[in-house]
């Protein structure tokens, strides 16, 4: 009984909540946020900086130090101070829930952390959510494209409000989430299988967990909807070493494509390489969670070559270099570290660095409740990704999505993906 | 569904999933031997054996990397380097294994049975992180040395590639003449005799040290086979690996009978057919799970084994 009235008025407020922006006028006035004006702020970010994603992570945090260092570590009269947490262990060699929660818990306890950036991982998030958000601590991901995290109706039932007990938005991202990704790769599945004459049919699969699930269910009621035939739907044992009898069986079906909702940590490269040794010669379509070297590494690029499919939420780094910003960013990272800037989320990481300042410039308060009210607002943000604003859930206007191949062991931009009209 | 059903009932789907489940059977054996002699030996279930064929798999991954970087599949020089690593990949695991008994389980030879088995456990992980620094934690990719095209034409409906007959061509050959040593030769015989009453074969004049190094030398070097067969066939290495396959291995051996050089095989070839036909015709994710029903079936009608002799517990 007690847990459901709790419920009760947790749905109550997020709904009060979510009602609220409606309700008052649009040049609202900032409330009077109480707070030093100057002092310590201090940014945390939670990524897994031990194992299998720790290529990406290091390219993140580079871009968040390389915003924070633009900024000179300062914020007005503030100083800032950046911490890079790891929610892996390496033992696990993956993000750990445990960690996660230390994690979170610390920035909590801590009075100077007003944001923390983070997570990678969708469920990571769904572990530190709750506490961040009972702290008001503004949380702004890089990476984590779950769409239960932030709207509802595309997750569980009690999704978002679950992990919003003060009823407050405090989570937002500035990556597009996969119930964008899932329809963008249906309409360029249809389109493909027409371009290289292929059954106008698609085979899903998936790892079955939050993330490769969850974009491949959308995916498959894109294509429903686009009257591109699901032949079948089914996970994978991402535990298993081959699966090859899976890919007998799926080519006696005949499909004109063949799309895996998952990461390259659940078995991508080895689905891809059974694919082709039962023979079946079709477009492999992965999602962002496979937009990274490992993938390649693991596939072997002679298979990745001319048949990987990669969507992913955003403009590659190559892409990217066109805009000025974009630009901009490359090069100033490229002085910094000595590198380019090759794994894709490295860019969103300096852009949760830049949101982050923006907040802090906004509020200019040392208030935690003062950078939510100012992060919510934050409307055609001139970023390195474009020009875009959060909506009332927490994400970014951002849909366009970039459609990618591999060539030569390398990923190339093809085409930008938009949701189809249709 | 009816398209569905019709296309299950395909023949020629079912025929590609018996090779599979053949080829996958007869790698298997090839890792359940191991296990199924050093049990047989010193009643040891040497945990660590999944992972000493992962390692294994590894030094192909080093060594394919090293050598065989724009070797064309197929080619004369592919074949020589396979043949190499079929020599120095065996001779690893051999010695690795070896080395392992002398250093570990020897000096517990009269410990309580539970002190080497939690050894063996302890060495399993060792084995796995050697294997994480050696090669990291994700997957790697296996370059291609026998080609995957079909070798009943492109357009065959049935798919047998050339890494399925070498794989015949090697397990089978190999089985027969580790079944011909240990009948036929004094050392197999020494084998056997150590394998029935240590003390007795002792007694006997027999150098039950040595006997058992040659066990785990053997053992060793089979797992050394099957890593250079998966490596052809499976094209990835990671350091978990070893888990899973040597998890079905070591079914295998108990679904045929532990302790027994044919069992093992039976029993591999069983793990490997309802492995590749679940994940067929039911469901990839259940696979796993039927392959340890089919064993538990199995094991309630026949306690000991397909083909284990029932054997009076020693005391």
């Known amino acids: 009984m007690q847990i459901k009235r709790q419920t009760c008025a947790v749905i109550l407020l997020s709904v009060l909540a979510l009602a609220a922006p409606t309700t008052t006028a649009r040049a609202e006035d900032p409330p009077a946020f109480p707070g030093d004006k100057s002092g310590t702020i201090k940014i945390v970010s939670s990524l897994p900086r031990t194992g299998s994603s720790k290529g990406q992570t290091d390219t993140i945090v580079n871009g968040i130090k390389l915003a924070l260092d633009e900024a000179g570590y300062k914020v007005g009269d503030f100083k800032i101070e950046y911490e890079d947490l790891d929610d892996a262990t390496a033992t696990a060699g993956a993000w750990d829930a445990q960690q996660e929660t230390q994690n979170a818990n610390k920035a909590r306890d801590d009075k ?127 535990k298993a070493q081959e699966f090859k009898a899976l890919m007998l069986k799926i080519k006696a079906k005949n499909p004109g494509l063949i799309y895996f909702g998952g990461t390259s940590q659940t078995k991508a490269g080895q689905v891809v390489k059974d694919m082709v040794a039962a023979g079946i010669d079709v477009p492999y379509m992965i999602p962002d969670g496979c937009f990274e070297q490992a993938y390649i590494d693991s596939a072997g690029a002679d298979i990745a070559n001319g048949r990987s499919y990669v969507t992913f939420g955003g403009m590659p780094i190559s892409e990217l270099g066109k805009t000025a910003n974009g630009k901009s960013f490359i090069d100033a990272y490229q002085k910094k570290f000595g590198k380019l800037p090759e794994e894709a989320y490295s860019a969103y990481g300096y852009e949760c660095g830049k949101v982050a300042l923006e907040a802090i410039r906004r509020a200019g308060v040392k208030n935690r409740e003062a950078m939510l009210w100012h992060c919510a607002r934050i409307k055609d943000y001139d970023g390195v990704l474009g020009k875009w604003s959060f909506d009332k859930n927490g994400d970014t206007s951002l849909q366009v999505m970039s459609g990618n191949t591999v060539e030569g062991g390398k990923f190339k931009f093809a085409e930008k993906l938009e949701l189809s009209d249709e | 569904m009816f398209p569905v059903l019709l296309a299950s009932l395909d023949t020629s789907v079912l025929i590609n999933i018996c090779i599979n489940g053949l080829v996958y059977g007869f790698l298997y054996a090839l890792i359940a031997l191991g296990y199924t002699m050093v049990y047989g030996i010193v009643e040891l279930i040497n945990f660590a054996h999944g992972d000493l064929f992962m390692l294994g798999t590894m030094l192909v991954w080093t060594f394919v990397g090293v050598v065989a970087v724009g070797v064309a599949p197929g080619s004369f020089l592919a074949i020589l380097i396979i043949l190499g690593m079929l020599i120095a990949v065996p001779i690893f695991c051999a010695l690795l294994n070896a080395g392992v008994d002398v250093a570990i389980y020897r000096p517990l030879r009269t410990a309580p049975k539970l002190a080497p088995l939690v050894s063996a456990i302890g060495v399993s992980f060792v084995f796995m992180n050697i294997g994480q620094v050696w090669g990291g934690s994700q997957d790697v990719n296996i370059a291609t040395l026998i080609p995957d095209n079909n070798l009943l034409g492109a357009d065959s409906s049935i798919n047998l590639s050339g890494t399925d007959v070498l794989i015949m061509a090697v397990t089978i050959p190999v089985m027969i003449m580790l079944t011909l040593f240990v009948k036929f030769t004094s050392l197999g015989r020494a084998m056997r005799a150590t394998a029935q009453n240590p003390v007795a074969a002792q007694l006997m004049g027999i150098q039950v040290n040595r006997v058992i190094s040659v066990t785990f030398l053997i053992g060793g070097s089979l797992a050394g086979v099957a890593s250079v067969i998966y490596a052809l066939k499976v094209h990835t290495v990671n350091f978990q690996m070893g888990f899973q396959n040597g998890l079905y291995a070591f079914t295998a051996v108990v679904l045929g009978g532990i302790g027994n050089i044919p069992g093992a095989v039976v029993g591999s070839l069983i793990v490997g057919m309802v492995y590749s036909l679940a994940s067929g015709y039911a469901d990839n994710l259940w696979a796993t799970a039927m392959v340890f029903l089919i064993m538990i079936i199995i094991l309630i009608f026949r306690p000991q084994g397909i083909l284990g002799a029932r054997v009076r517990e020693k005391v």
Not at chain 1, 124 to 130: D, E, V
Not at chain 1, 165 to 172: A, R
Not at chain 1, 180 to 189: H, L
């Open chain 1, 112 to 238: 100077d952390v007003m944001v923390y950036i983070g997570t990678y991982n969708s469920g990571a998030s769904k572990i530190s959510m709750p506490i961040l958000n009972r702290a008001n601590i503004l949380m702004i991901s890089p990476a984590n494209t779950a769409p239960g995290l932030t709207k509802p109706m595309t997750g569980a039932p009690n999704e978002p409000e679950c992990y919003r007990p003060s009823g407050k938005v405090n989570y937002f991202r500035v990556v597009p989430t996969d119930d964008i990704q899932g329809p963008v790769g249906a309409a360029w599945a249809k389109k493909l299988t027409g371009k290289l004459s292929k059954p106008r049919s698609v085979y899903v699969l998936h790892d079955g967990e939050v993330y490769g699930e969850g974009v491949a269910k959308a995916f498959k009621q894109e294509c429903e909807a686009l009257k591109l035939e699901v032949l079948g739907y089914e996970p994978i044992d991402v």
